[in-house]
């Protein structure tokens, strides 16, 4: 099957376009399918399946710019390729509703997570993604979103009754080495993401000063990029074994997470997370991690897991002081390590793409 993906994601620049990167490659490794995805980006990055576009990056032109650039381009693409399905970003689907309603070709429309974020632009976008859902609503063959929880959202606030197929968070990363930790070792804590206020960031400094009165030896590391970065980035350099590392590229992710133990998902109980399929926990769990935070569908794995140690207390660091400290205590930390690399065997890109495009096939199958 070939298949046409539009997307709003700049591919290898965009931390949101993990997603799109994982099933857009994992799908061109093999014979049998065949993506194509138009997106911002640099084309010598991505070769021949990807065409890129140029947005305009002033709030509140972003999407409109993309979808002018997408359509100038989409018409002539139609022309001279032939696709068997078109995905298309939920930001898109409104601003290109007649070419999609006019297509004769099957399309999905693709929900990562409708618009939270705070500011001027939410109404916008609320009324943006509502209309977009209604479109598809109609005329798509189904969505492609990423939870149950998410699903129940979109039938309740966009008033939907369209088919779904849930595309779970996934990793390229290769599985790494079973972990083990005694008393006196130092416990290597990791959180990678975003760091802004609305992920409670804040609340790993209350572990890192409950894993110090604990007499627990740890270092806790911070990658990422975000709104809160710079006012923590001052706090950790008055605390020893807290480092708020910034971005990191894919290389030195590996090296961290091949060195650590814990990691951890603070996102706080609330709709925008509950909603959530937490990429950096299958890559926690792919080296061996176990995980700690507040207790939610969007920061659990699903099937309940013994090396998943969430807290349904709001002040969770508790909880994971004690837990990390029984665990060293046991000697059987390695245990759970091996668990963890044996439950992510399941997410790997190559089997949540093949997954995604054998619901595709039996959603188009009924057209």
């Not at 074994?241 to 998902?265: A, D, M």
């Not at 091996?338 to 949540?352: G, P, T």
């Amino acid at each position: 099957m070939d298949i046409l993906w539009i997307s709003g994601r700049t591919l290898g620049l965009d931390l949101a376009g993990t997603t799109e990167i994982g099933i857009f490659e994992a799908i061109n490794r093999k014979n049998e399918n065949q993506v194509t995805i138009i997106s911002p980006g640099k084309k010598k990055e991505w070769g021949r399946n990807h065409i890129p576009i140029k947005k305009i990056n002033i709030p509140g032109l972003i999407t409109i710019s993309g979808s002018i650039m997408i359509r100038l381009k989409l018409k002539k693409i139609l022309n001279e390729c032939k696709y068997d399905a078109i995905m298309v970003d939920w930001r898109y689907v409104r601003l290109m509703r007649n070419l999609l309603k006019n297509t004769e070709i099957p399309w999905f429309i693709i929900d990562r997570g409708p618009p939270m974020k705070q500011n001027w632009r939410l109404r916008f976008q609320k009324y943006l993604w509502k209309k977009s859902w209604e479109i598809a609503n109609i005329h798509a063959s189904a969505g492609i979103i990423v939870s149950k929880k998410h699903n129940e959202f979109i039938k309740k606030y966009a008033n939907t009754y369209i088919d779904t197929i849930i595309v779970n968070s996934g990793t390229s990363f290769p599985y790494g080495e079973i972990k083990s930790l005694r008393e006196n070792n130092v416990v290597e804590i990791i959180y990678i993401g975003q760091i802004d206020k609305r992920r409670d960031i804040q609340s790993i400094f209350k572990l890192k000063e409950h894993l110090d009165k604990a007499l627990i030896k740890n270092r806790i590391r911070i990658i990422g990029e975000g709104d809160a970065r710079k006012d923590l980035t001052k706090r950790a350099l008055e605390i020893d074994g807290l480092e708020v590392l910034g971005r990191k590229n894919e290389k030195e992710i590996k090296l961290i997470l091949s060195k650590s133990h814990v990691g951890i998902l603070p996102m706080p109980d609330a709709p925008i997370w509950q909603m959530a399929s937490t990429i950096k926990l299958v890559e926690y769990a792919r080296n061996g991690l176990i995980t700690v935070g507040p207790k939610h569908a969007g920061n659990s794995w699903g099937e309940n897991p013994d090396w998943e140690f969430l807290s349904g207390n709001k002040k969770w660091w508790i909880e994971a002081t004690t837990t990390i400290k029984e665990l060293i205590l046991s000697g059987l930390w390695e245990n759970f390590s091996k668990s963890a690399i044996y439950d992510s065997k399941e997410r790997s890109w190559d089997k949540i793409s093949d997954k995604m495009i054998l619901e595709m096939r039996d959603n188009m199958a009924k057209i």
